[in-house]
């Protein structure tokens, strides 16, 4: 049973999908793993440290891929890589499918069967897999990182000969996992900090970490998370309420996160053009949800904007990435733990159970066919009968 891990080709990712930790419980179930050269080296990992652990290393992507029955990365294989993949192997990692169906279809005719790490169902037997939790804990607590750096300013209350440095207010809009590591760190860090979600159960979250919780607490309010705990679309009237209501209040802030995400919808927009004019000189607004479109409207992926009244935007991509050892250690033991639901330990190969709960979530592709629900060719409609000519001298309708 051979694993292979390639190196990631998108520029910004700086993430790898095993560690020597990992390799080692690999090993362990009767795993070779072959990474290839340099796959770590931005994770702060390095050839030898694989080889240490047990795992061969391969001079290119085609020869760690060879005969491959699994295959880990971060992100979806790209376009260049496809052709490579073995048939029949599995191939797990982030596959962010939504808006790239032809990239679906791709793997599909490649004839491998390939897992969305993100689709992880939330349930208690998954938490050790949960990607999502995992990278969005780290991109929370660099967000309040990154916020202070552009900030120029202390975070905390200072009490000096020289006078009072007052606190900095920070606001955190979207109350996930991003969201509440967000507050957390930056109420550590000495901030006021307030918050809001469209989520009622996230109140009393917000408020168990010291900070102030603000929303439109209507009907709709109340109703607006899914039973897998994400949050619904709001309706326009809601947003109209909630924008009116956060509009004042932002421009009072200095440091402004935006974490706001629906799965496979693009990011709601939270603060327009207006809002950001309102902002003070120095304020500083991080967009988390840059990649899917932005919560900010001024916000541009890659960039760090300074809008003219001297607000800085700050949109970096993959922001987990930005602390690449941390978000690699965590990841890869997110796929080691969903790994081992695809193995028989007894015989020491992999037996995919296609019925567990788990498989079926994440599975998008298989035997040469995309099948997720959310993915697969719907039927085409049953033509309707036509109707049977009517008799000579029968009564007919109209």
Same mark, same amino acid.
């Given at each position: 049973?051979?694993?292979?891990?390639?190196?990631?080709?998108?520029?910004?990712?700086?993430?790898?999908?095993?560690? $020597?930790?990992?390799?080692?419980?690999?090993?362990?179930?009767?795993?070779?793993?072959?990474? @290839?050269?340099?796959?770590?080296?931005?994770?702060?990992? #390095?050839? /030898?440290?694989?080889?240490?652990?047990?795992?061969?290393?391969?001079?290119?992507? /085609?020869?760690?891929?060879?005969? /491959?029955?699994?295959?880990?990365?971060?992100?979806?294989?790209?376009?260049?890589?496809?052709?490579?993949?073995? /048939?029949?192997?599995?191939?797990?990692?982030?596959?962010?499918?939504?808006?790239?169906?032809?990239?679906?279809?791709? =793997?599909? %005719?490649?004839?491998? #069967?390939? *897992?969305?790490?993100?689709?992880?169902?939330?349930?208690?037997?998954?938490?050790?897999?949960?990607?999502?939790?995992?990278?969005?804990? =780290?991109?929370?607590?660099?967000?309040?990182? &990154?916020?202070?750096?552009?900030?120029?300013?202390? +975070?905390?209350?200072?009490?000096?000969?020289?006078?009072?440095?007052?606190?900095?207010?920070?606001?955190?809009?979207?109350?996930?996992?991003?969201?509440?590591?967000?507050?957390?760190?930056?109420?550590?860090?000495?901030?006021?900090?307030?918050?809001? &979600?469209?989520? $009622?159960?996230?109140?009393? @979250?917000?408020?168990?970490?010291?900070?102030?919780?603000?929303?439109?607490?209507?009907?709709? *309010?109340?109703?607006?998370?899914?039973?897998?705990?994400?949050? %619904?679309?709001?309706?326009?009237?809601? @947003?109209?309420?909630?924008?009116?209501?956060?509009?004042?209040?932002?421009?009072?802030?200095?440091?402004?996160?935006?974490?706001? +995400?629906?799965?496979?919808?693009?990011?709601?927009?939270?603060?327009?053009?207006?809002?950001?004019?309102?902002?003070?000189?120095?304020?500083?607004?991080?967009?988390?949800?840059?990649?899917?479109?932005?919560?900010?409207?001024?916000?541009?992926?890659?960039?760090?904007?300074?809008?003219?009244?001297?607000?800085?935007?700050?949109?970096?991509?993959?922001?987990?990435?930005?602390?690449?050892?941390?978000? #690699? @250690?965590?990841?890869?033991?997110?796929?080691?733990?969903?790994?081992?639901?695809?193995? &028989?330990?007894?015989?020491?190969?992999?037996?995919?159970?296609?019925?567990?709960?788990?498989?079926?979530?994440?599975?998008?592709?298989?035997?040469?066919?995309?099948?997720?629900?959310? *993915?697969?060719? %719907?039927?085409?409609?049953?033509?309707?009968?036509?109707?049977?000519?009517?008799?000579?001298?029968?009564?007919?309708?109209?």
């Amino acid at each position: 049973m051979r694993i292979a891990v390639p190196a990631e080709t998108q520029g910004a990712e700086t993430r790898v999908a095993v560690t $020597p930790e990992t390799v080692r419980k690999f090993k362990s179930l009767g795993a070779e793993i072959a990474v @290839q050269s340099g796959a770590g080296l931005a994770s702060g990992i #390095s050839d /030898a440290d694989y080889e240490a652990a047990g795992a061969t290393i391969a001079a290119d992507a /085609a020869a760690a891929l060879a005969g /491959a029955a699994i295959v880990l990365k971060v992100r979806r294989p790209a376009e260049s890589e496809i052709k490579s993949l073995p /048939a029949g192997a599995l191939v797990i990692a982030t596959m962010d499918p939504y808006g790239n169906e032809a990239a679906l279809a791709a =793997l599909a %005719k490649a004839k491998v #069967s390939a *897992f969305a790490m993100e689709f992880m169902p939330r349930i208690t037997r998954a938490q050790v897999m949960d990607v999502l939790s995992s990278q969005a804990n =780290l991109a929370g607590y660099r967000a309040v990182i &990154d916020g202070a750096a552009e900030y120029g300013r202390a +975070l905390p209350m200072m009490m000096t000969a020289a006078g009072t440095v007052p606190a900095a207010r920070i606001f955190i809009m979207g109350v996930g996992v991003a969201g509440l590591q967000a507050i957390a760190t930056a109420r550590r860090l000495g901030a006021i900090v307030t918050a809001t &979600d469209v989520r $009622p159960a996230t109140k009393e @979250q917000v408020e168990s970490l010291g900070a102030k919780f603000l929303a439109v607490e209507d009907e709709e *309010f109340k109703q607006a998370q899914t039973a897998g705990g994400y949050a %619904k679309e709001m309706s326009k009237e809601y @947003q109209a309420k909630q924008a009116e209501l956060t509009a004042s209040h932002i421009a009072k802030q200095d440091i402004v996160i935006t974490t706001a +995400l629906i799965p496979g919808r693009p990011a709601p927009k939270l603060i327009t053009a207006a809002m950001v004019e309102s902002m003070k000189a120095g304020s500083v607004i991080v967009d988390l949800a840059v990649e899917r479109g932005g919560n900010c409207e001024l916000a541009k992926p890659g960039e760090v904007v300074v809008t003219p009244n001297g607000v800085r935007i700050v949109g970096h991509l993959n922001v987990p990435g930005r602390l690449a050892a941390t978000a #690699s @250690q965590l990841y890869a033991k997110n796929l080691l733990a969903f790994v081992e639901t695809l193995i &028989d330990k007894s015989e020491k190969k992999v037996a995919v159970n296609w019925d567990d709960e788990l498989v079926r979530a994440t599975a998008l592709t298989r035997d040469g066919a995309v099948i997720h629900p959310n *993915f697969a060719a %719907k039927p085409a409609p049953k033509p309707e009968p036509e109707p049977a000519p009517a008799v000579e001298g029968s009564v007919t309708n109209g």
